[in-house]
Each structure stands twice: as structure tokens, then as C-alpha cells.
């Protein structure tokens, strides 16, 4: 079936470097991708998002690329910080014109002092 | 920050016992969802709906039920609980439009179940 992984279940990183978390996805009509953060006992957070007619999009701190010829999404957290530790998750819309969301396992990010 | 809200945060319970999830959004959303998340899991997608009086079961396999008689309030029952239900239960909306954001899933704070 569908799915959309990720490389690294753990990623830990020193305070103040920079984080890449990535993500593969599998069906190449997906066209939405969203990238959320989810805290202990908390619901996932939105951080950024990124359409299939798109390469690159900026945040506040983040980043996220799209190489569909491979297939991969990555996030990329500037100068990271402990508030960011937390699972990341990317989802993927398979097609346009549904409303349904595909979920990855997510890449739990600890920040060290 | 998303206006969606659910109750109960934490729910204790014996099996056998009817309970229901509530969902809530203030945003005039027109698509719900109901996912099931086990601990640092990916999320399942259990029941969705498009609009009032549309529900749809989702992908994972769920003996719950969902109603949708307002476009702000998705509850989601379980008629009789059993241990393999205890999880975690996240509701989302999404606006749907092609604006901005329109298609960005926002979700509650959800509600962490224990089957007894």
C-alpha cells in the first residue's frame, strides 16, 4: 500500500546546530505535504507545509524541500533549541481532490544541552 | 493556534461500558477527522467527514461510530470498550479551500483512553 516513512526514528542534535529530519513518501501523485511537531500528551502542531508545484518553502526557522524525482521531503530546523524536541511528522495528501492524509511513523528530535 | 478542542483529556474505564469522544472546532470547518495514535506511532485514520450528515469510515478498522449533525461538533461513541481500544484519540478539521493553509489538517489536543 501507500505509505510515507522516515529514515531516522531518533535524531539528537547539539543546541544551536541545525536539525534535518527527513522523510520519504511513495506515490509520486501525492501533491500536499505537511510537516507537524507533536509534543508529549499534546495533539500534532502544524509547522509548515508545502504544495507539489514547489521545491523549497520558509518558515520561521524552518525549512522544508521537496525532491519529487526521488521522492523525499525533508525539514530543516535552524539553530535548534530544547523547545524543539519533540516527534515530527510528515503527511502526505495522495491526490488532488481528496482530504485524506497519509501519516509517517515520525523522527522523535532531542536537543542537547 | 487552531480552535479545536476535546473531551475528555483522560478517560479511565471498564470494559463493557458505552463511551463517547467529544470534538469541537470553532473555525466553521467543513472537514473532520478522527485518527487513532498508539505511543510515538504513526496516526490511523479511523472516521472522517466532508460536511453535516457525511461520514465516512476511514482506513483503519474501528468498531466506533460518528455522527455529524452540526458542522462544529464530530463526537465519536464506542458502544461497548475492551482493552484493545486504549489509545490515543485525535480529532482534526480542515477548511478544504485551496487558500492559504486551506488544506492544512488542525488538530486537538486529544484524548488518552484506558480500558480497563
Known amino acids: 500500500g501507500e505509505s510515507v516513512g522516515l529514515h531516522l526514528p531518533t535524531l539528537s542534535v547539539q543546541e544551536g546546530d541545525n536539525s534535518i529530519i527527513n522523510c520519504a513518501y511513495s506515490n509520486s501523485a501525492s501533491d500536499y505535504f505537511i510537516w507537524y511537531k507533536q509534543e508529549s500528551g499534546k495533539g500534532p502542531q502544524f509547522i509548515i507545509d508545502?504544495?507539489?508545484?514547489?521545491d523549497k518553502r520558509q518558515g520561521q526557522r524552518v525549512t522544508v524541500l521537496l525532491n519529487k524525482t526521488v521522492k523525499h521531503l525533508s525539514l530543516q530546523i535552524a539553530a535548534t533549541q530544547p523547545g524543539d524536541s519533540a516527534v515530527y511528522f510528515c503527511a502526505e495528501r495522495l491526490t488532488s481532490g481528496t482530504y485524506k492524509y497519509i501519516f509517517g511513523t515520525g523522527t522523535r528530535l532531542k536537543v542537547l544541552a | 493556534e487552531a480552535d479545536i478542542y476535546q473531551t475528555p483529556r483522560y478517560l479511565v474505564i471498564g470494559t463493557g461500558k458505552k463511551i463517547t469522544l467529544e470534538c469541537s472546532q470553532t473555525m466553521g470547518h467543513d472537514k473532520m477527522y478522527w485518527y487513532q495514535q498508539d505511543p510515538g506511532m504513526e496516526l490511523h485514520l479511523i472516521h472522517y467527514s466532508y460536511g453535516v450528515n457525511s461520514t465516512e469510515k476511514g482506513d483503519l478498522s474501528s468498531e466506533s461510530t460518528v455522527s455529524r449533525i452540526r458542522t462544529e461538533h464530530f463526537p465519536l461513541t464506542l458502544e461497548s470498550a475492551r482493552p484493545s481500544h486504549t489509545s490515543q484519540y485525535l480529532c482534526a478539521s480542515s477548511d478544504g479551500t485551496s487558500g492559504a493553509h486551506g488544506l492544512t489538517q488542525y488538530f486537538g489536543p486529544g484524548t488518552r483512553l484506558l480500558v480497563l
Open positions: 508545502i504544495r507539489s508545484n514547489m
